[in-house]
């Protein structure tokens, strides 16, 4: 497998003139290392493990720094479509607390517990409230669920499909030189599943779906810290932990990612609804 490190990446732009940022052990150290490796690709994809306190800072940092110079910037989450027009109206609203209650109200937010995959959580909605604080502040930016509805269809194969074509026609109702980040599970992300992938997942990702599109794929990992997993029941699952590393480029035609970066640490955030 044709893999390239951090460094290399560095010194070879380097070369080219391009000015770089001392990689930190904060998150926004690793806002800067995808942007830098994506460079110009228009649809970025963080492949996340979902309930994590982390990633929805991280998502929150690179919506600030990209929607910066009055630059376009939406950002797709996995959430059904039917919560669109809630978060439009939110984030036309003031975020007083009726606005926030009506954001909650759908019965995909309303949880009686924490039996669930992560993405309801205090920490997406801390990200969406961010999104709005940056509009009210002039920032072109935007946010819609492009998920199929909860229940709706048992096969992974055809959700992945729908979500792909969700994202399509979002991407393509873009402004011009508008940037799409996308935030969904590390499987949904990968451009094509690895070798060794067990038989029950989908052949054909939701990214996979979308390689004739400016995409760039990103999986998003830690160096140490907790996981959400539903494994029967749902639970924080400890990460293996690693040294700390430079991002992995990978650049095989059958690669999952275009790069993975590693987080300082992923903690799992406050998933039941108070």
Known sequence: MKRWTWM???AASMMC???????TT???GTATQIMTLAADHRMVVLGEYHGTAETPLLVADLM???SRDHAPVR????????????????LRSDGDAAA????????????????????????MLALIETLRTLRMQGRDVGVAGYDVETGSTDSSEERDAAMATHLRQQFNALPNAARMLVLAGN????????????????????????????????????????????MKPCRAVELIERPARDPLVETDAD?????????????VGTLTDP
């Open 75 to 90: 950002l797709g989450l996995e959430l059904p479509m039917s919560e669109n027009v809630a978060l439009a109206r939110y």
């Open 255 to 267: 690669r999952s990612y275009d790069v993975w970066v590693y987080l300082p640490e992923l903690s």
């Open 64 to 66: 600030e720094r990209y």
């Open 17 to 23: 003139g391009t000015a770089f940022a001392a990689t």
């Open 100 to 123: 926030r209650e009506a954001l909650r109200s759908s019965p995909f937010w309303k949880v009686d517990n924490d039996q669930h995959d992560g993405r309801r959580s205090r920490d």
């Open 187 to 230: 499987v949904h992300a990968m451009r094509s599943p690895p070798a060794d992938a067990p038989p029950e997942m989908q052949q054909r990702t939701m990214a996979a779906h979308l390689l004739d599109l400016p995409l760039y794929s990103v999986r998003v990992e830690a160096l140490r810290g907790q996981s959400w997993g539903c």
């Open 8 to 10: 290399a990446v560095v």
């Open 26 to 28: 904060r998150v926004d």
